[in-house]
């Protein structure tokens, strides 16, 4: 049986593909302090450039570059005169897949993601906060609700002397 597709390639493309209007540009890809940090401990300017777009791809839209993808020139050049590199450097990092793994990798566990689908840990802090919030939450809706009383451990009464009534 074939899956049917529920969106179509206009509508894959709006949410899969980098955006190239100068807003989005800006409103998506603008890099903080702490990403300058983080690209400036990259070595070259490739891998500097690659690294940045790398993250820049996987806040929006949400995802890794492919392998033999290539990210729009808008964005390259945007994120690129935030660095001070040439754009023509994501061309060297593009060319050596190692990379662009490796700095996939990084980003994903730095950013928190995980593909769809992975099953969490139980020790996982997202699933022990999520947890929580539920049980917070279907707390408060129980409110006025009767809650069973908590078991308590028995306590031992001093024993009594037993008396015999003399018949």
């Given amino acids: 049986m074939t899956r049917r597709q529920q969106l179509t390639e206009v509508q894959l493309a709006a949410?899969?593909?980098a955006p190239a209007e100068q807003r989005e540009l800006v409103r998506h890809y603008t890099l903080s302090d702490a990403d300058l940090a983080a690209v400036g401990r990259c070595r070259g300017d490739?891998?500097?450039?690659g690294f940045?777009?790398?993250l820049s791809y996987l806040r929006h839209p949400r995802r890794p570059i492919r392998a033999g993808e290539r990210p729009p020139a808008a964005l390259v050049k945007f994120v690129a005169e935030q660095i001070d590199v040439l754009p023509e450097a994501l061309d060297e990092y593009l060319r050596f897949d190692q990379n662009r793994r490796r700095h996939s990798t990084e980003l994903q566990e730095r950013l928190r993601l995980r593909p769809y689908g992975r099953m969490a840990e139980p020790d996982d802090t997202n699933v022990v906060d999520l947890m929580s919030a539920l049980r917070a939450s279907l707390g408060a809706?129980?409110?006025g609700?009767?809650?069973p009383a908590a078991k308590e451990k028995p306590t031992k009464a001093p024993a009594k002397a037993k008396t015999r009534k003399a018949s």
């Fill in 46 to 49: 490739h891998n500097r450039l």
């Fill in 141 to 143: 809706k129980d409110k």
């Fill in 15 to 17: 949410l899969y593909d």
């Fill in 145 to 147: 609700a009767a809650k």
């Fill in 52 to 54: 940045a777009v790398m």
